[in-house]
């Protein structure tokens, strides 16, 4: 009975889903010695060399603080440098953050197949776009 009132609450649901795939993609991303949200960060890095903080954190949909806390963490980790340009940061990988871009491709993709598995390659794809989709709409209101 209660249960009703769950499956119908975009919060409550929301949630669940996300404890499920964090659990996850944690345990697909132990290889990599990083939290799948540092990986993406240095996917991010890798896919545009030189990225400003300022682009990282509308990249990732973080904080200010909360990029510059990721930032310092995978420099003391020497994945990453960064190198001041006028008033922006700007960061780039380091050799052994290219050299972990390939476990960390691998990790994503697992995480991909684990829960494709669970759910169907397409409704994994169409419910990512969705909630990519109604995270971005709903980011935009409040």
């Given amino acids: 009975m209660l249960d009703k009132y769950f499956q119908n609450c ?3 649901s929301s949630a669940l889903l996300n404890r499920a795939i964090t659990k996850m993609a944690e345990d697909t991303f132990k290889a990599t010695g990083l939290s799948p949200t ?3 960060l240095l996917l ?3 896919e545009k060399p030189g990225i400003s ?3 990282l954190g509308e990249v990732l949909h973080l904080t200010p603080s909360t990029i510059t806390r990721f930032i310092e963490k995978l420099l003391y980790k020497g994945l990453i440098t960064s190198h001041a340009a ?3 940061s700007l960061i780039e990988l380091t050799q052994a953050g290219v050299e972990l871009m390939p476990v960390i491709k691998q990790a994503w993709k697992e ?3 684990r829960y494709s598995e669970i759910l169907g390659e397409e409704a994994g794809i169409q419910l990512t776009k969705m909630l990519h989709d109604a995270g971005r709409d709903l980011g935009q209101k409040v």
């Fill in 44 to 46: 991010a890095v890798q």
């Fill in 38 to 40: 540092y990986a993406f």
């Fill in 53 to 55: 903080q300022k682009e």
């Fill in 111 to 113: 995480l991909k197949r």
């Fill in 86 to 88: 006028g008033k922006l």
């Fill in 10 to 12: 975009m919060y409550f």
